[in-house]
């Protein structure tokens, strides 16, 4: 299993105003996901960040309004530019098990953009 | 592509009652299927999981049996306790993780 620490855990912004979240693993990975979880709802795949490479983002997310870095194997950061209310969000950083894709989460970051 | 439909909530039981929570995925490969349940205020944390076909996954109290031929993974529970309140997501793992829309659980004393 692999120990994630994120932070900020919570943050209150303003409007206009970007944000980074930081996510630490105790062991080297290969691939780091971003999620985001709106509230009240299920978690969706922001983009995959991999080592020395460009993330690939999913459908909806755009590398300008979250641009990720990747400068080594157990750490990552992802930003949350422009804010507005809408990016209210827990925003989850994991990372999966080879074998078997489980995946293992930190305790995610709790954004409020006012 | 790959998806997951999970009965939606809110569930609200009595402690001790019984609880199924249905799932079911749609995959073109065998993708492992998990159950992850997010306590309030806290992350996901993996509950159980089951890699193969006929694989059942268990962990406090909670099972999930992997069923090829029906593609589902019900979560079930013979006993719910006030402490098991929580989001439960259902997901599977091929490609990357999808999850489903997860459902809220509320126990009652």
């Known amino acids: 299993s692999a120990v994630i620490s994120q932070k900020p855990s919570r943050d209150i912004c303003q409007r206009g105003t970007s944000l980074t979240i930081q996510c630490q693993v105790d062991?080297?990975?290969?691939?780091m996901f971003w999620y985001r979880q709106q509230p009240g709802q299920s978690l969706t795949l922001i983009a995959t960040?991999?080592?020395?490479?460009?993330?690939?983002?999913e459908s909806g997310f755009v590398i300008d309004k979250f641009p990720i870095s990747r400068p080594n194997l157990t750490f990552s950061t992802l930003t949350v530019s422009n804010m507005s209310p809408e990016d209210s969000s827990i925003y989850l950083c994991?990372?999966?098990?080879?074998?078997?894709?489980?995946?293992?989460f930190g305790e995610g970051s709790r954004l409020t953009v006012l | 592509g790959d998806s997951v439909t999970q009965m939606e909530g809110p569930v609200t039981l009595s402690e001790e009652a019984c609880l199924t929570i249905?799932?079911?995925?749609?995959?073109?490969?065998?993708?492992?299927l998990f159950w992850y349940v997010q306590y309030p205020g806290e992350g996901l944390q993996l509950l159980l999981k089951?890699?193969?076909?006929?694989d059942k996954g268990s962990n406090k109290g909670f099972e999930a049996t992997y069923r090829k031929e029906t593609t589902s993974f019900h979560l079930e529970k013979g006993s719910v306790q006030v402490s098991d309140s929580a989001v439960y997501f259902c997901?599977?793992?091929?490609?990357?993780?999808?999850f489903g829309a997860g459902t809220r659980l509320t126990v009652k004393p």
């Open positions: 997901a599977l793992s091929s490609n990357d993780m999808r």
């Open positions: 062991s080297q990975v290969t691939m």
């Open positions: 089951a890699t193969k076909a006929d």
């Open positions: 960040a991999n080592q020395g490479s460009e993330a690939t983002y």
């Open positions: 249905n799932c079911t995925y749609t995959a073109t490969g065998y993708p492992s």
């Open positions: 994991s990372v999966a098990e080879f074998n078997t894709g489980e995946l293992f």
